[in-house]
């Protein structure tokens, strides 16, 4: 088994970092606490034995030998350390956590394993600060130029490369430069319903695609008392009717499963005058591929629309394009065997998140373990996962990894 | 006449104190750019030999005494420096100019006044970082305690007394020092009214009433990509829904004369997290009392509705709230005739803005003066009125002071 408590004391002692009084974990990618919290990661990964190697788009990858054939791919293991704004502990931390432990209790209980065993922290999974989401794997599945992705230019105007090397994790390694044999990531649900079906392991089985554009609406910034209401081109007003548009889209049958503005900027944000600009995100999400190029179709459809009626300029930006992806049925059923030798329930699962296995799964098969978060609530200082359940997710990472390893 | 020459000259010297490469103008009240325009127009007044008071709200008032009885009640003009964000160099600026202007043509003149003439330089009249707008001018006038107003927090977190006491502004004259026998402000119309008509000269009899507030919406922030549609208490769509009510609202029969949220903000802000809170301003107007008063009803009305509905918590508070103002049946009589003594058309108004004139008719006899705005546009950094209309227009004002001071 693994170290429940060194697990717990683990994700407890990460999760102070970046987090404020009141419980606010802030730990953006490329940001001082990312180094922090990566830092520690490293810390303890030496301090286990483990090689750990640094690639140029900054991710950490802790590798254990453990007498195996050198040329043999290793079973990977991995999550990340950065968090969104205004998060909780466990998205991320917990699943990188997992990993180290998995490895560190085999070393102790002297396991042979026939191939390598590794742990990866990936950069900036969030996407909230340098976009696409899950780009530090994305870049280790060959998904996106190393280059390109160093260029990407942050909510902040910082570039990911400057910043990479300003927290000294701008590495030398190629990524991608170990193949994994098979990529396993335990991560928390982050929704309602292994809660509901009252589980403690979910088995994903796929995870949604996920669409995300920046809308930039051009009208004419006016003045809020003379200006009459037919005369105005109301950037703001533009901008809440697509709010409502993809709320319903998402609500009504036909539509995708969920959509989500969760950014919003009025110019020039001023009380008595009529926004002259609004920018916003969107995020588009369904498990199949169809529906969810249709729901982009007919948000480009709405778009044209708004533009035409309220007299303003609309243009669309690409952020991130992920289709849905199916993880390797293999690998999915070493994770049922896996719960069921340990007596755990276990629920199969359509993961809502984007998660880094999701690109490494371009490159091996791959899979993920969820446990439940409480009241479905993630993003969020509230997010909550009980112990029992980490440690449960951690012995079933614990003993697929076995299972893959040892053969 | 007055000297057009100088009047056009002084607009655009002052007109370039905070305005950037590309044309946009930003002297908010209090800044150190509203500083440098107020030292501009101090060194001007003083160098035509007026007498400057600043007063503790940072009024300045600048008198000529001009052998008058020092006991009577003096004409005054005025209008205000601050700018709102992105702004354009008309709106305020000119009323003060030609007010400094009227007077210095008179002396030039050698006119014997029968009364003092002062023309006041009104302290953050946009309100768009000190709520309410119109603020000096209503302190001056007795509408506000000056100490409550000099504890103004601005959206940046600052203290108006602070400020003004930090650009050199905080006087020590009693507002409401010197008490108008009549208020007279040019201004330019900020709508497209008189261009429409093709008329000059606005003779400005009303002003429409003003509701300022801001709206704190409480949800819950959660993942975008696992929190299904039906769990979200998602506050950035509840605004949404606000938005396009409140347009709605304006464009309806039955509704107000206009309505506009010039501010929005999102919490976490971030792309792939849902709204836990938004916040904005709303900016409702209506000429008539009761017509504004049903419309801040129907808007708490379906505040209730969406915080029911929605699953958010909603608060308001109260940023500015004016009545509609009626001004002085013989100022205006005044201005009829000074415009027509020059055979300027001229063209009865109702001011959509709200001005510093408003306030002063609480404690004398006011009316005002609109020249065109091209395309109806102010508040923008395309904002123009011809030279011709702004020398009429200071003109007329020139001969409603003669009149006024004459007897
Ligand atoms: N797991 C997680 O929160 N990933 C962030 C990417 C996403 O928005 O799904
Ligand atoms: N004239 C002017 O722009 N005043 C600002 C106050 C308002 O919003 O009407």
Redesign the interface.
Known sequence: DINGERLLSRIRQLGAVGRDAEGRLVRVAATDEDRQGRDLFVAWARSAGLDVHIDRIGNIVAVWQGGANGDADPIMMGSHIDS???AGIYDGSSGVIAGLEVITALMEARFMPQRPIAVAAFTNE???RY?P?MMGSLVYAGGLDVEEALASQGTDGTRLGDQLHRIGYAGPAEPGFLRPHAYLELHI????ILEQVGTAIGVVENL?G?S?QRIIIEG????????????RR?A??A???I??FL?DL??RTGGCS???????????????????K?SF?V?L?DPDTERLRAAEAELAGFLRDVAAEDGVAITTER?ARFDPVVFSPEIVRVLEGAASGRQYQWHHMT????HDAQMMARIGPAAMIFVPSRD?????PREFTADPDLVAGANVLLDAVKTLAGK
């Open positions: 969104v704004i205004d969030e996407g909230v976009a989401d649900e982050q929704g309602p949604q996920i995300w004419v910034a006016n003045h809020a008392g003379t200006t009459p209401m037919q005369a109301d703001g007003v901008a809440a009717r709010l409502v709320r998402a609500t969920v959509a989500t503005v969760g950014t919003m900027r009025f110019e020039p944000d001023a009380i008595n005058v009529i926004p002259g609004a995100t995020d999400r952020l993961s809502g998140a984007g479905g609530i993630s993003h969020n």
